[in-house]
Protein backbone atom coordinates (compact mmCIF):
# COMPACT_ATOMS: atom_id res chain seq x y z
CA UNK A 1 0.00 0.00 0.00
CA UNK A 2 1.74 3.36 -0.65
CA UNK A 3 1.88 5.93 1.97
CA UNK A 4 -1.35 8.19 0.38
CA UNK A 5 -3.53 5.01 0.52
CA UNK A 6 -3.09 4.33 4.15
CA UNK A 7 -3.77 8.08 4.95
CA UNK A 8 -6.75 7.27 6.42
CA UNK A 9 -6.02 4.97 8.84
CA UNK A 10 -3.62 7.19 11.20
CA UNK A 11 -5.44 10.52 11.55
CA UNK A 12 -8.05 11.27 14.39
CA UNK A 13 -11.11 13.05 13.35
CA UNK A 14 -13.29 15.62 15.23
CA UNK A 15 -16.76 15.08 14.44
CA UNK A 16 -19.94 16.04 14.24
CA UNK A 17 -20.88 14.01 17.64
CA UNK A 18 -18.02 15.58 18.76
CA UNK A 19 -18.71 19.07 18.00
CA UNK A 20 -23.22 18.79 19.18
CA UNK A 21 -21.96 18.80 22.32
CA UNK A 22 -20.41 22.69 21.83
CA UNK A 23 -21.72 25.37 24.65
CA UNK A 24 -20.64 28.05 26.90
CA UNK A 25 -20.20 26.92 30.47
CA UNK A 26 -18.27 28.52 33.40
CA UNK A 27 -15.31 26.95 32.96
CA UNK A 28 -15.16 28.06 29.44
CA UNK A 29 -16.26 31.55 29.51
CA UNK A 30 -13.81 34.28 29.46
CA UNK A 31 -14.49 37.68 31.27
CA UNK A 32 -15.06 40.26 29.39
CA UNK A 33 -12.36 42.60 27.79
CA UNK A 34 -12.02 46.42 28.53
CA UNK A 35 -9.98 48.39 26.29
CA UNK A 36 -6.51 48.53 27.77
CA UNK A 37 -4.86 51.90 29.23
CA UNK A 38 -2.49 51.79 25.96
CA UNK A 39 -2.33 49.85 23.16
CA UNK A 40 1.33 48.29 22.78
CA UNK A 41 1.72 50.77 19.69
CA UNK A 42 -0.47 53.49 18.63
CA UNK A 43 0.39 53.52 15.14
CA UNK A 44 -0.57 49.68 14.51
CA UNK A 45 -2.88 47.30 14.29
CA UNK A 46 -1.34 44.03 15.93
CA UNK A 47 -3.55 40.42 15.82
CA UNK A 48 -1.97 37.26 15.16
CA UNK A 49 1.33 36.47 17.44
CA UNK A 50 3.94 34.20 18.46
CA UNK A 51 6.99 33.69 20.51
CA UNK A 52 10.79 33.52 19.40
CA UNK A 53 10.92 30.15 20.98
CA UNK A 54 13.82 28.06 21.44
CA UNK A 55 13.83 24.39 19.54
CA UNK A 56 12.52 22.87 22.58
CA UNK A 57 9.34 25.00 22.64
CA UNK A 58 10.33 27.25 25.71
CA UNK A 59 10.02 31.20 24.85
CA UNK A 60 13.59 32.76 24.19
CA UNK A 61 15.66 35.23 25.98
CA UNK A 62 18.00 37.45 24.59
CA UNK A 63 20.53 39.51 26.47
CA UNK A 64 17.07 40.16 29.03
CA UNK A 65 14.82 40.03 26.72
CA UNK A 66 11.92 37.86 25.36
CA UNK A 67 10.81 38.72 21.47
CA UNK A 68 7.03 37.75 19.75
CA UNK A 69 6.48 38.89 16.36
CA UNK A 70 3.11 39.55 15.15
CA UNK A 71 1.06 40.50 12.43
CA UNK A 72 0.76 44.36 11.92
CA UNK A 73 -1.01 47.15 10.04
CA UNK A 74 -0.99 50.68 9.75
CA UNK A 75 -3.95 51.43 12.55
CA UNK A 76 -5.23 54.32 10.22
CA UNK A 77 -6.78 51.27 7.80
CA UNK A 78 -10.26 49.48 8.15
CA UNK A 79 -9.83 46.68 10.13
CA UNK A 80 -11.28 44.59 7.72
CA UNK A 81 -8.59 45.39 5.35
CA UNK A 82 -5.78 44.49 7.50
CA UNK A 83 -5.18 40.99 5.93
CA UNK A 84 -4.35 42.47 2.87
CA UNK A 85 -1.09 44.35 3.95
CA UNK A 86 -0.15 42.35 6.72
CA UNK A 87 3.62 42.94 7.77
CA UNK A 88 5.81 40.74 10.35
CA UNK A 89 6.77 43.09 13.67
CA UNK A 90 8.44 42.14 16.44
CA UNK A 91 8.12 43.55 19.47
CA UNK A 92 10.16 42.87 22.81
CA UNK A 93 10.15 43.05 26.47
CA UNK A 94 12.26 42.86 29.63
CA UNK A 95 9.32 42.13 32.22
CA UNK A 96 7.02 40.66 30.07
CA UNK A 97 4.61 43.65 30.54
CA UNK A 98 5.49 46.86 28.95
CA UNK A 99 6.25 46.09 25.18
CA UNK A 100 8.20 47.91 22.70
CA UNK A 101 7.63 47.66 19.26
CA UNK A 102 11.07 46.97 17.50
CA UNK A 103 10.14 47.35 13.88
CA UNK A 104 9.33 45.43 10.52
CA UNK A 105 10.86 41.86 10.53
CA UNK A 106 12.12 42.18 6.88
CA UNK A 107 13.33 44.55 4.55
CA UNK A 108 10.75 46.05 2.42
CA UNK A 109 9.59 44.13 -0.54
CA UNK A 110 12.14 41.15 0.19
CA UNK A 111 9.22 38.47 1.84
CA UNK A 112 7.86 35.76 -0.54
CA UNK A 113 3.67 36.43 -0.87
CA UNK A 114 2.27 39.88 -1.60
CA UNK A 115 1.76 39.67 2.09
CA UNK A 116 2.82 37.59 5.35
CA UNK A 117 0.61 35.46 7.51
CA UNK A 118 1.03 34.10 10.52
CA UNK A 119 3.79 31.41 11.57
CA UNK A 120 6.28 31.05 14.35
CA UNK A 121 10.03 31.89 15.05
CA UNK A 122 13.05 29.99 15.72
CA UNK A 123 15.74 30.73 17.81
CA UNK A 124 18.38 28.51 17.51
CA UNK A 125 21.66 28.55 18.90
CA UNK A 126 21.81 32.04 17.89
CA UNK A 127 20.47 31.31 14.47
CA UNK A 128 17.43 32.23 13.37
CA UNK A 129 14.60 30.86 11.30
CA UNK A 130 11.25 33.09 10.93
CA UNK A 131 8.41 31.03 9.54
CA UNK A 132 5.82 32.55 7.45
CA UNK A 133 2.52 32.07 5.69
CA UNK A 134 3.70 33.87 2.15
CA UNK A 135 -0.14 34.83 1.15
CA UNK A 136 -0.96 35.84 -2.51
CA UNK A 137 2.15 36.09 -4.87
CA UNK A 138 4.71 38.76 -4.59
CA UNK A 139 3.94 40.98 -8.23
CA UNK A 140 0.38 39.89 -7.93
CA UNK A 141 -1.61 43.01 -9.81
CA UNK A 142 -4.81 41.74 -8.25
CA UNK A 143 -4.90 40.24 -4.28
CA UNK A 144 -5.22 36.55 -4.62
CA UNK A 145 -5.61 34.02 -2.00
CA UNK A 146 -2.67 31.30 -2.67
CA UNK A 147 -0.97 30.06 0.15
CA UNK A 148 2.44 28.18 0.82
CA UNK A 149 4.81 27.83 3.98
CA UNK A 150 8.09 29.81 3.67
CA UNK A 151 10.88 30.37 5.87
CA UNK A 152 13.65 33.23 6.01
CA UNK A 153 17.03 32.70 7.83
CA UNK A 154 20.58 34.48 7.82
CA UNK A 155 19.61 37.35 9.69
CA UNK A 156 20.53 38.47 13.02
CA UNK A 157 19.09 39.12 16.38
CA UNK A 158 20.92 41.49 18.93
CA UNK A 159 20.06 42.90 22.24
CA UNK A 160 21.63 45.99 23.56
CA UNK A 161 20.81 48.38 26.23
CA UNK A 162 18.67 50.57 23.71
CA UNK A 163 16.82 47.29 23.10
CA UNK A 164 16.64 44.52 20.48
CA UNK A 165 17.76 44.78 17.02
CA UNK A 166 16.50 42.08 14.04
CA UNK A 167 18.47 42.62 11.55
CA UNK A 168 18.53 41.35 7.36
CA UNK A 169 19.40 40.12 4.75
CA UNK A 170 17.36 37.38 5.25
CA UNK A 171 16.85 34.37 2.45
CA UNK A 172 13.38 33.21 1.66
CA UNK A 173 12.60 30.06 0.52
CA UNK A 174 9.12 28.42 -0.09
CA UNK A 175 9.18 25.14 2.79
CA UNK A 176 6.11 23.41 1.29
CA UNK A 177 2.73 23.68 -1.12
CA UNK A 178 -0.33 21.37 -0.64
CA UNK A 179 0.05 17.73 -2.62
CA UNK A 180 -3.63 17.76 -3.63
CA UNK A 181 -3.49 14.04 -1.68
CA UNK A 182 -3.26 14.63 1.97
CA UNK A 183 -3.76 18.68 1.50
CA UNK A 184 -6.29 20.33 -0.34
CA UNK A 185 -4.65 22.50 -3.16
CA UNK A 186 -6.61 25.77 -4.27
CA UNK A 187 -8.60 24.48 -7.24
CA UNK A 188 -9.53 21.32 -5.51
CA UNK A 189 -12.03 23.71 -2.80
CA UNK A 190 -15.06 23.67 -3.03
CA UNK A 191 -16.21 26.67 -0.59
CA UNK A 192 -14.93 28.73 1.33
CA UNK A 193 -11.33 29.74 0.18
CA UNK A 194 -9.06 26.98 1.29
CA UNK A 195 -6.11 26.99 3.82
CA UNK A 196 -2.79 25.88 3.57
CA UNK A 197 -0.86 28.58 6.11
CA UNK A 198 0.33 29.09 9.92
CA UNK A 199 3.63 27.14 10.39
CA UNK A 200 4.55 26.14 13.46
CA UNK A 201 7.78 24.97 14.27
CA UNK A 202 7.36 21.58 16.59
CA UNK A 203 10.61 19.79 18.13
CA UNK A 204 9.13 16.35 19.71
CA UNK A 205 10.76 15.77 22.89
CA UNK A 206 9.91 11.93 22.69
CA UNK A 207 11.72 11.27 19.23
CA UNK A 208 13.75 14.36 18.97
CA UNK A 209 12.72 14.92 15.77
CA UNK A 210 11.57 17.95 14.31
CA UNK A 211 8.27 18.73 12.44
CA UNK A 212 6.20 21.27 11.40
CA UNK A 213 2.73 22.12 12.06
CA UNK A 214 -0.09 24.20 9.55
CA UNK A 215 -3.21 25.04 8.87
CA UNK A 216 -4.85 22.74 6.00
CA UNK A 217 -7.82 21.31 4.55
CA UNK A 218 -8.33 17.24 3.50
CA UNK A 219 -9.76 17.15 -0.02
CA UNK A 220 -13.18 15.81 -0.28
CA UNK A 221 -14.01 14.91 -4.06
CA UNK A 222 -17.01 15.69 -5.29
CA UNK A 223 -19.29 12.41 -5.18
CA UNK A 224 -17.69 11.34 -1.87
CA UNK A 225 -20.00 9.60 0.49
CA UNK A 226 -18.34 11.65 3.79
CA UNK A 227 -20.86 13.03 5.96
CA UNK A 228 -23.93 11.29 4.31
CA UNK A 229 -23.29 12.19 1.19
CA UNK A 230 -24.13 15.68 2.06
CA UNK A 231 -22.61 18.21 -0.69
CA UNK A 232 -22.97 21.60 1.23
CA UNK A 233 -21.36 19.61 4.58
CA UNK A 234 -18.23 18.51 2.41
CA UNK A 235 -17.27 21.65 1.68
CA UNK A 236 -16.39 22.29 5.46
CA UNK A 237 -13.14 20.33 5.83
CA UNK A 238 -10.48 21.70 8.01
CA UNK A 239 -7.02 19.89 9.02
CA UNK A 240 -4.05 19.82 10.99
CA UNK A 241 -1.24 18.93 8.62
CA UNK A 242 2.35 18.17 9.95
CA UNK A 243 5.95 17.75 7.49
CA UNK A 244 8.59 16.06 9.47
CA UNK A 245 12.78 17.24 9.05
CA UNK A 246 13.91 13.99 7.64
CA UNK A 247 17.20 15.36 8.99
CA UNK A 248 16.36 17.98 12.00
CA UNK A 249 17.37 20.78 9.56
CA UNK A 250 15.02 23.15 10.19
CA UNK A 251 14.67 24.45 6.11
CA UNK A 252 13.83 21.05 4.98
CA UNK A 253 10.50 19.05 5.46
CA UNK A 254 8.67 17.01 4.11
CA UNK A 255 4.05 16.28 3.95
CA UNK A 256 3.15 13.44 6.41
CA UNK A 257 -0.24 12.74 6.72
CA UNK A 258 -3.00 15.02 8.69
CA UNK A 259 -2.73 15.03 12.44
CA UNK A 260 -7.09 15.39 12.42
CA UNK A 261 -9.48 16.89 10.81
CA UNK A 262 -12.61 18.26 10.97
CA UNK A 263 -14.61 17.10 7.73
CA UNK A 264 -17.82 17.75 8.13
CA UNK A 265 -17.08 19.66 11.06
CA UNK A 266 -15.14 23.42 10.28
CA UNK A 267 -13.05 24.56 7.51
CA UNK A 268 -10.53 26.36 9.39
CA UNK A 269 -8.27 24.76 12.11
CA UNK A 270 -6.16 27.68 12.41
CA UNK A 271 -2.67 28.34 13.61
CA UNK A 272 -2.70 24.86 15.45
CA UNK A 273 -0.09 24.15 17.72
CA UNK A 274 1.52 21.77 20.44
CA UNK A 275 2.00 21.53 24.21
CA UNK A 276 3.55 18.40 25.30
CA UNK A 277 3.59 17.41 29.36
CA UNK A 278 3.59 14.69 30.95
CA UNK A 279 3.78 12.80 28.13
CA UNK A 280 0.20 14.19 26.97
CA UNK A 281 0.21 15.92 23.66
CA UNK A 282 -2.14 19.02 23.50
CA UNK A 283 -3.23 20.06 20.63
CA UNK A 284 -4.73 23.41 20.37
CA UNK A 285 -6.49 25.36 17.22
CA UNK A 286 -8.81 28.76 17.03
CA UNK A 287 -11.55 28.64 14.98
CA UNK A 288 -14.58 30.97 14.11
CA UNK A 289 -18.65 30.12 14.57
CA UNK A 290 -18.90 31.05 10.50
CA UNK A 291 -16.68 28.27 9.62
CA UNK A 292 -18.68 25.16 11.84
CA UNK A 293 -20.61 23.21 9.13
CA UNK A 294 -24.25 23.94 8.47
CA UNK A 295 -26.28 22.57 11.60
CA UNK A 296 -23.75 22.71 14.53
CA UNK A 297 -23.33 25.98 16.22
CA UNK A 298 -19.58 26.76 17.31
CA UNK A 299 -18.08 29.48 18.86
CA UNK A 300 -15.13 31.53 18.14
CA UNK A 301 -12.71 30.00 20.44
CA UNK A 302 -9.78 28.19 21.14
CA UNK A 303 -10.42 24.47 21.28
CA UNK A 304 -7.93 21.55 22.05
CA UNK A 305 -7.62 17.56 22.09
CA UNK A 306 -5.14 15.07 23.57
CA UNK A 307 -3.24 12.16 22.22
CA UNK A 308 -0.72 9.98 24.17
CA UNK A 309 1.85 10.54 21.51
CA UNK A 310 2.42 12.82 18.73
CA UNK A 311 0.40 10.36 15.89
CA UNK A 312 -1.59 9.31 18.54
CA UNK A 313 -5.55 9.25 18.87
CA UNK A 314 -6.35 13.01 19.43
CA UNK A 315 -9.58 13.08 21.96
CA UNK A 316 -11.17 16.79 22.19
CA UNK A 317 -10.82 18.13 25.35
CA UNK A 318 -13.75 18.51 27.77
CA UNK A 319 -15.48 15.91 25.16
CA UNK A 320 -16.48 18.53 22.65
CA UNK A 321 -12.99 20.28 22.17
CA UNK A 322 -13.99 23.56 23.67
CA UNK A 323 -11.21 24.96 25.88
CA UNK A 324 -11.46 29.14 25.74
CA UNK A 325 -14.37 31.16 24.30
CA UNK A 326 -15.73 34.94 24.25
CA UNK A 327 -18.67 36.08 26.36
CA UNK A 328 -22.05 35.93 24.62
CA UNK A 329 -22.37 39.59 24.60
CA UNK A 330 -19.03 40.22 23.58
CA UNK A 331 -18.30 36.86 21.11
CA UNK A 332 -15.50 38.39 18.98
CA UNK A 333 -13.79 40.24 21.74
CA UNK A 334 -10.46 37.78 21.44
CA UNK A 335 -9.19 35.23 18.79
CA UNK A 336 -6.00 33.48 17.10
CA UNK A 337 -5.33 32.05 20.61
CA UNK A 338 -1.93 30.30 21.95
CA UNK A 339 -1.20 28.78 24.48
CA UNK A 340 1.86 27.93 26.80
CA UNK A 341 2.94 26.21 29.71
CA UNK A 342 3.42 27.86 32.90
CA UNK A 343 4.33 25.22 35.74
CA UNK A 344 0.94 23.15 36.81
CA UNK A 345 -1.15 26.36 34.50
CA UNK A 346 -1.59 26.94 30.80
CA UNK A 347 -1.27 30.35 29.93
CA UNK A 348 -3.27 31.76 26.71
CA UNK A 349 -2.66 34.78 24.85
CA UNK A 350 -4.62 36.34 21.92
CA UNK A 351 -5.50 39.92 20.33
CA UNK A 352 -7.99 42.00 21.42
CA UNK A 353 -10.53 42.17 18.65
CA UNK A 354 -14.16 43.09 18.05
CA UNK A 355 -15.02 44.78 21.37
CA UNK A 356 -18.52 46.65 22.01
CA UNK A 357 -20.34 44.63 18.75
CA UNK A 358 -22.63 41.99 20.55
CA UNK A 359 -24.20 40.73 16.73
CA UNK A 360 -24.16 36.76 16.26
CA UNK A 361 -22.42 37.10 13.04
CA UNK A 362 -19.17 39.42 12.24
CA UNK A 363 -20.33 39.09 8.59
CA UNK A 364 -21.63 42.32 9.36
CA UNK A 365 -18.97 44.37 11.06
CA UNK A 366 -18.40 45.98 7.72
CA UNK A 367 -21.44 47.59 7.36
CA UNK A 368 -21.39 49.17 10.51
CA UNK A 369 -20.32 53.16 9.41
CA UNK A 370 -16.34 53.38 9.17
CA UNK A 371 -16.09 55.04 12.71
CA UNK A 372 -17.79 52.32 14.53
CA UNK A 373 -15.56 49.54 12.39
CA UNK A 374 -12.40 52.04 13.75
CA UNK A 375 -13.91 52.45 17.29
CA UNK A 376 -14.68 48.85 17.87
CA UNK A 377 -10.99 47.29 16.94
CA UNK A 378 -8.82 46.63 19.50
CA UNK A 379 -6.07 45.63 17.63
CA UNK A 380 -3.57 45.14 20.88
CA UNK A 381 -2.66 42.13 22.95
CA UNK A 382 -5.96 41.02 24.73
CA UNK A 383 -5.18 39.55 28.63
CA UNK A 384 -3.52 36.53 28.94
CA UNK A 385 -6.27 34.12 30.27
CA UNK A 386 -5.10 31.09 33.03
CA UNK A 387 -6.09 27.69 32.36
CA UNK A 388 -5.75 24.95 34.72
CA UNK A 389 -5.45 21.22 33.16
CA UNK A 390 -6.50 17.95 34.59
CA UNK A 391 -5.92 14.80 31.94
CA UNK A 392 -8.75 15.62 29.08
CA UNK A 393 -10.78 18.73 31.15
CA UNK A 394 -10.05 22.66 31.52
CA UNK A 395 -11.23 25.45 33.68
CA UNK A 396 -10.60 28.78 33.21
CA UNK A 397 -8.81 30.29 36.57
CA UNK A 398 -7.94 33.59 35.69
CA UNK A 399 -6.56 36.32 33.75
CA UNK A 400 -3.29 38.51 33.57
CA UNK A 401 -3.75 42.09 32.36
CA UNK A 402 -3.51 42.91 28.43
CA UNK A 403 -0.41 41.69 26.84
CA UNK A 404 1.03 39.78 30.22
CA UNK A 405 3.53 37.20 28.94
CA UNK A 406 5.31 35.49 32.34
CA UNK A 407 8.01 32.89 31.78
CA UNK A 408 8.17 29.59 33.70
CA UNK A 409 10.21 31.28 36.07
CA UNK A 410 8.20 33.80 36.71
CA UNK A 411 6.13 33.37 39.53
CA UNK A 412 2.90 34.28 38.47
CA UNK A 413 0.20 36.43 40.90
CA UNK A 414 -1.34 34.77 43.88
CA UNK A 415 -4.57 36.55 42.92
CA UNK A 416 -6.43 34.27 39.98
CA UNK A 417 -7.74 37.75 38.74
CA UNK A 418 -5.36 40.72 38.37
CA UNK A 419 -6.68 43.96 37.37
CA UNK A 420 -10.76 44.47 37.48
CA UNK A 421 -12.14 41.06 35.28
CA UNK A 422 -15.38 40.76 35.75
CA UNK A 423 -16.91 37.47 35.22
CA UNK A 424 -20.15 37.33 33.04
CA UNK A 425 -20.56 34.21 31.27
C1 LIG B 1 -6.02 33.74 12.09
C2 LIG B 1 -5.65 33.92 10.64
C3 LIG B 1 -4.44 33.09 10.32
C4 LIG B 1 -3.79 33.87 9.23
C5 LIG B 1 -4.10 35.31 9.62
C6 LIG B 1 -4.26 36.26 8.49
O1 LIG B 1 -6.25 34.90 12.79
O2 LIG B 1 -6.72 33.60 9.81
O3 LIG B 1 -4.78 31.78 9.94
O4 LIG B 1 -2.44 33.59 9.20
O5 LIG B 1 -5.27 35.27 10.38
O6 LIG B 1 -4.46 37.56 8.95
Not at 124 to 144: I, P
Not at 170 to 178: K, T, Y
Not at 257 to 280: K, S, Y
Request: proline content about 6%.
Amino acid sequence: MSEHERRDDDRSAWTRGHAAGLRRDDANVAPIIYPPEAKVDDELHIWDTWWLRNRDGTPAEVGGYRVVVALTASSELLPGKRHDVATLRYFYSEDGKHWETGGRVFEDGGALGSRQWAGSALYDDGDLYFYYTAAGDRDESELSYTQHLAVAEGGSLTADDDGVHVEGPWDHSSLLRPDGEWYEREDQSRGMIYTFRDPWFFEDPESGETYLLFEANSPVPEGSDACGGDAHQQEFNGSVGIARSPTGDPTDFELRPPLLDAVCVNQELERPHLVVRDGTYYLFISSHHHTFAPGIEGYDALYGFAADDLRGDYEPLNGHGMVLTNPQNAPFQAYSWLAYDHGDELLVTSFFNYFDYDRPSMDDVALLPEDEQMRRFGGTFAPTVRILLDGTETRIRGELEHGHLPLARESLPADWWEGDAERDP
